[in-house]
């Protein structure tokens, strides 16, 4: 217990807050029909868990640094804990989305000091060891999440899939409390609250307008409003940040062509790989009629491959260039993509295998190596800072993309349906409008088609990124990393290590 226990205590909330990214896509439809949610509602309730995680990461992190690592890592599986009650009690989509958004608060807490705490308790080969299995560990929660959401929602109800949190939740704090040790940052500072208050409402700004632009249109006042609060919000940011002496993020990396590079990689990965998948969900369970373990296992094959590739590749690939990897690695995901636009009125679930496959392949070369092409672009001090930077922006590329692909699906629907069939269809909706009269094949034509265009998008933007990493990222330098004294800060990049996750 003495020896693992911490190990044990950190996997258990880092499996919690993971499992929460992908094990609610599959029960969407049954969410939307026990709550009477719209389109618009299921997106918040991915994206207000991953807009808050993302957008409190770096933040999250400051704080453990200056008020200790294992009191807001405690704080956080408190809250998290909290937050799923809420979320299983929720009686109305509002209810359940702010508690969505108070689950990524503590997620955040938990995410950011996960691997400092390993870090101050485990060196040499046992970090080695240790961090191999947290990473086993947290891949194995991407990959099974859909499979684990369907037999819940399934079985006792899709609330089940927010209680499940509970008893984990107890065993983790009395784990973390029992054996893993305070540490602190070696260095002081002051938290930067105007830079991450700025920074969250840029992100929530942004989210919202592109998801407004689905319903009301690109040039809506609402739309045009929320737009122009993210851009005040964004320059506010970048003032605060170049005026602070402890900013929460050094504007300056981003003029190294390198840095800039793989954050662009980092964005772009969980659009092409993981922002289109709630939708996929909605198609096949309520236009195809599977169950939601069926639905689960049917995208399992894209966390599953990435899960081997990114296993296997660790010892495969060693020595060769991270922009290699991840140039590679996203036009895989690029290409999977557009393997995936390939549905119509006829299809099944198996149609989407290849693509699936493909992407998996992508995602296991990209999520490892994000990392080390982060930390290689920018000087050692700057580690932490870097590699929190890029775990920030694969999680604002999955809120993005989730909202942007929503306006996309619904905007080609419209084609053949009316615009409230059309919303009311991607969001589940689907026994709805047979009632009214519309017709399977216009249904499962029309789902198709919004499919296969938010898939094209994906591709392109996978395959274009994919070249920008390859022309900015140029011959990365090795970076060795000592092993730090107990309580000493250990770069939080790490937590790109996670094949499969968003």
């Known amino acids: 217990m003495r020896k693992w226990g911490p190990l044990v205590a950190v996997c258990l909330g880092t499996f919690m807050l993971l499992l929460d990214v992908s094990i609610v896509v599959v029960a969407l439809p049954d969410m939307a029909g026990g709550l009477n949610a719209s389109l618009s509602d299921l997106q918040w309730v991915i994206d207000g868990y991953a807009l808050t995680l993302a957008a409190l990461l770096l933040g999250a992190g400051a704080t453990a640094d200056l008020l200790g690592r294992r009191r807001v890592h405690v704080a956080g599986v408190v809250l998290f804990a909290a937050a799923s009650l809420a979320c299983g009690l929720a009686t109305s989509p509002v209810t359940l989305v702010a508690a969505r958004g108070v689950q990524g608060v503590g997620a955040a807490a938990m995410f950011a000091t996960t691997l400092p705490l390993l870090g101050s308790v485990y060196q040499g080969r046992r970090r080695s060891v240790a961090l191999g299995l947290w990473g086993a560990v947290s891949g194995g929660a991407a990959a099974i999440g859909p499979v684990v959401g369907g037999l819940l929602t399934e079985g006792p109800g899709w609330r089940w899939i927010f209680f499940v949190n509970l008893p984990v939740s107890v065993a983790a704090i009395w784990l973390t409390r029992r054996t893993v040790p305070e540490s602190r940052a070696a260095r002081g500072g002051r938290l930067d609250w105007a830079g991450t208050v700025t920074f969250a409402c840029f992100a929530g700004a942004t989210t919202y307008a592109v998801m407004r632009a689905g319903g009301l249109g690109w040039v809506s006042t609402p739309t045009l409003t929320a737009f122009g609060i993210a851009a005040l919000a964004l320059v506010c940011f970048v003032l605060v940040e170049r005026r602070t002496a402890h900013p929460l993020l050094d504007l300056s990396l981003f003029g190294k062509p390198a840095f800039a590079g793989v954050t662009v990689g980092a964005l772009a990965y969980s659009v092409a790989a993981f922002a289109v998948l709630p939708y996929t969900s909605i ?17 399992l094959p894209l966390a599953a491959t990435g899960f081997v590739v990114a296993a296997a590749g660790g010892r495969l690939l060693h020595g060769v260039r991270p922009r290699l990897t991840i140039g590679a690695g996203l036009a895989l995901l690029g290409a999977g993509a557009l393997a995936q636009a390939v549905l119509d009125a006829g299809s099944s679930w198996t ?8 992407a998996g392949l992508g995602t296991g070369l990209v999520a490892p190596a994000l990392a080390g092409a982060a930390l290689a672009a920018v000087p050692p001090e700057r580690a932490g800072m870097a590699g929190g930077a890029v775990n920030t922006f694969r999680q604002l590329g999955y809120a993005f993309g989730v909202a942007a692909f929503g306006t996309v699906l619904t905007s080609r629907m419209e084609d053949t349906l009316a615009p409230g069939q059309a919303h009311a269809l991607a969001g589940g909706g689907a026994s709805w409008l047979r009632g009214t009269g519309v017709s399977e094949h216009a249904l499962r034509a029309a789902f198709a088609s919004g499919l296969n265009a938010a898939a094209l998008v994906a591709g392109v933007v996978g395959l274009l990124a994919g070249v920008t990493v390859l022309v900015l990222v140029r011959e990365p330098r090795p970076v060795e990393r000592e092993t730090p004294e107990a309580g000493e800060s250990v770069p939080v990049s790490l937590h790109e290590n996670v094949p499969g996750n968003p």
Not at 286 to 297: E, N
């Open 283 to 299: 198609w096949l369970q309520t236009v195809l009629g599977l169950g939601p373990v069926h639905a689960g296992l049917a995208v």
């Open 351 to 358: 149609a989407l295998l290849p693509g699936l496959v493909l």
